[in-house]
Nanobody, 126 residues
Framework: EVQLQASGGGLVQIGDSMQLSCAGS????????IGWFRQAPGKEREAVSC????????YYADSMKGRFTLSSDNAKYTVNLEMSSLRPEDTAVYYC???????????????????WGQGTQVTVSS
């Protein structure tokens, strides 16, 4: 059974940094595409960042480029999303997911989630 356990999140101020982590089990971690989605109140879920094992690359939605960094620690079966220069519009519930990470197209991240972890709330206060 695939399990994804997200941690991190909380309340921060504008411009602060925060790290989210996701520990995975029940699948071949180093061979599985993995990443993060987020959903803000009243908005559709959007893909944030993902790691493609097939293309050996990490992709970001345009609005996260330069501010978010996704890394994989295969020895610990964990991915970490380091978020910096946080803005109020980054406020959302963040979800870790496995699936297929295809890259980007016209600024949008193409990542179809298959298995999901529980969400973790990130609130950026002004």
């Amino acid at each position: 059974e695939v399990q994804l356990q997200a941690s991190g999140g909380g309340l921060v101020q504008i411009g602060d940094s925060m790290q989210l982590s996701c520990a995975g089990s029940g699948f071949t971690f180093e061979e599985s595409d993995i990443g993060w989605f987020r959903q803000a109140p009243g908005k559709e879920r959007e893909a944030v960042s993902c790691i493609s094992r097939r293309y050996t690359n990490t992709y970001y939605a345009d609005s996260m480029k330069g501010r978010f960094t996704l890394s994989s620690d295969n020895a610990k079966y964990t991915v970490n999303l380091e978020m910096s220069s946080l803005r109020p519009e980054d406020t959302a519930v963040y979800y870790c997911a496995t699936g297929n990470c295809w890259g980007t197209y016209k600024g949008r991240l193409l990542f179809d989630g298959r298995d999901w972890g529980q969400g973790t709330q990130v609130t950026v206060s002004s």
